[in-house]
């Protein structure tokens, strides 16, 4: 399996340009199948998940085109299949995200279960139940998930969320898009991949109204048609390299960001003392300044727009180097910490105790091996590798590499010393 090999690095310096967010990109492409006509999605980063939706895609009767890299037309006469197998579906969690679109438009959507992760079961009670209040007949069986919409079609209908999931917000409106009558999605997600969805979705020709709020309205209409789109910046990326400034005591201008959506970390970091600015060409993160001693913050992972969890990892990596005492707690995923041991093994002093973790920062990291447990936790330990002393060999890096476009390029290209070792 191929590692990375990151060394001590001197702190980061230059510019880095921000993909399109795979969180964004991951439901249009889905979304797409509800129309008969072409689809383009601008800004498409050349992921690994990008790869497996389409060929879940294609499998169920999408013809998908690179018009030009990043370009992507997905065109879908006609669904021909409306089945998502097991060995599509096992590579990637987010491919339950065409139940929806299926279930819209075919009035039926057989998809193997997604199965949880390291980070927590990922169950999808809360997918069903809207396809339930919809009208549809969901049947559990031989690990796949079989809904089946009435003879005439969904029918619109309220519903509320527990928590407000940010798949099933998505699974729900793209379901809704075409149902008789009106939708309510209530405690929906708010994360502003949702109101990227909304929009293209709208761009198509469904009336959507509300999202981005906790109460997203959904007005059926009999078809939706082809749209353009651009996928939003990938704020999980952005919030990644902002980290990645911090840590080295670096500065970075970041291209193509939307300040609101990292409105939290903008707001921890500067706390911790370092300098966020905004300017036209892009943000600035600044913590180079030798007369600023960089200090300990809490953190709390919260739905959007709360502290996001996937940077709860990469954030504590940088709370490990500086002195102070920071606490973690974790309130999304159940199981999140894993990334712990890893930095403990390169000398962090982190405690958990159930969601909560706390770290004694300040103490110098060393160079170890150590593995990377999911899409963030692996980032957040190259970032750690950045500023440990020696050599910090990461495995299972096909988690980073699933989710962050050209990482290892972008980060050589701002003076990381970081290298892909295939095995
Ligand atoms: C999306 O996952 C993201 N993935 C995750 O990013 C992100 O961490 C998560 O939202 C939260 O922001 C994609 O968008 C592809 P949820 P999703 O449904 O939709 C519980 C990454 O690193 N829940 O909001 O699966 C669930 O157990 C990934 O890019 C139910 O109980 O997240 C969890 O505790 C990791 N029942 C919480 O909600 C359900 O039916 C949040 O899950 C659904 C979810």
Known sequence: MAKFLVQKSDPLNGEVYISGAKNAVLPLMAAALLAEEKCVIDDVPALRDVEVMKDILASLGSEIKELMPGKLEVYTPVIKDTEARYELVSKMRASFLVMGPLLARNGHGKVHMPGGCTIGARPIDLHLKGFEALGAEVVLKDSYVECIAPED????????????????????????????????????????????????????????????????????????????????????????????????????????????????????????????????????????????????????TLPYPGFPTDIQSPFMAFLTTVDGASAVIETVFENRFMHVAELNRMGANIKTDGNKAQIQGGKKLEGAKVIATDLRAGAALVLAGLVADGTTEISEIYHIERGYEKFVDKFKAIGADIFRMDE
């Open 153 to 300: 079609g969904l029918v619109g209908a309220s519903i509320y969320l527990d928590f407000p999931s940010v798949g099933a917000t998505e699974n729900i409106m793209t379901a809704a898009v075409l149902a008789k009558g009106t939708t309510y999605i209530i405690n929906a997600a708010e994360e502003p991949e949702i109101v990227d969805l909304a929009n293209f979705l709208n761009k198509m020709g469904a009336k959507i109204k509300g999202a981005g709020t906790d109460t997203i309205k959904i007005e059926g209409v009999p078809n939706l048609h082809g749209a353009q789109h651009t996928v939003i910046p990938d704020r999980i990326e952005t919030a990644t390299y902002m980290l990645a400034a911090a840590i080295t005591h670096g500065s970075l201008l970041i291209k193509n960001v939307v300040p609101d959506h990292v409105k939290p970390i903008t707001a921890k970091l500067r706390e911790c003392g370092v300098q966020v600015e905004f300017g036209d060409d892009g943000m600035y993160v600044i913590a180079d300044n030798p007369d600023v001693k960089l200090t300990a913050t809490d953190i709390k």
